[in-house]
């Protein structure tokens, strides 16, 4: 059998359309496992964020007495304490803005991210966070203190 230049231009093109689809499947496979890993580094980041705040407040008395004391004793606490638990708590909400644009960017899994809601939910209630918000939503990008806003609200 003799292959005409026309039988050729068929063979090639699909060789060639079955060329599109391998070399997608080719880019797609590492870079999915690209973003696995980047979701996997960005929880490992977050975490050791987290861990910074939880060794100050095990090593040091004073920090951990402004974290657990504070909600209670706020009104009663010098400008400077004020300041320093007001630090704390600023300190902790960007953590949890953080957390949340790498969440909107999908950067972050559901699963890690519903661990980081339950804590943020925990944290407004324990520290008593609609009392300090006027001033603490300044410090944080818009789209996040509107994200908190709806947990502070009574029925949230």
């Known amino acids: 059998m003799c292959w005409t230049l ?3 231009a068929n063979i090639a093109t699909i060789v060639g359309a079955l060329a599109i689809p391998i070399a997608a499947l080719a880019l797609w496979v590492p ?3 690209q973003t696995k890993l ?8 977050l975490t050791e964020l987290a861990a910074s705040l939880n060794l100050q407040l095990i090593q040091d008395a004073n920090v951990a007495s402004y974290w657990v004391e504070g909600p209670a004793k706020f009104d009663d606490y010098s400008k400077l304490d004020q300041f320093r638990y007001t630090s704390l708590l600023i300190w902790w909400l960007l953590l949890h803005e953080n957390v949340f644009i790498q969440k909107q960017s999908k950067l972050l899994d559901d699963k890690t991210y519903q661990a980081w809601q339950s804590d943020l939910r925990k944290f407004i209630a324990e520290h008593h966070l609609r009392k300090h918000w006027a001033s603490l939503k300044t410090n944080l990008h818009p789209d996040f203190a509107l994200y908190v806003e709806k947990f502070l609200q009574p029925d949230a």
Do not use: G, H, P, Y
């Open 38 to 45: 980047t979701r996997v580094a960005n929880a490992q980041t």
């Open 6 to 8: 026309s039988d050729w």
């Open 31 to 33: 870079l999915r496992q």
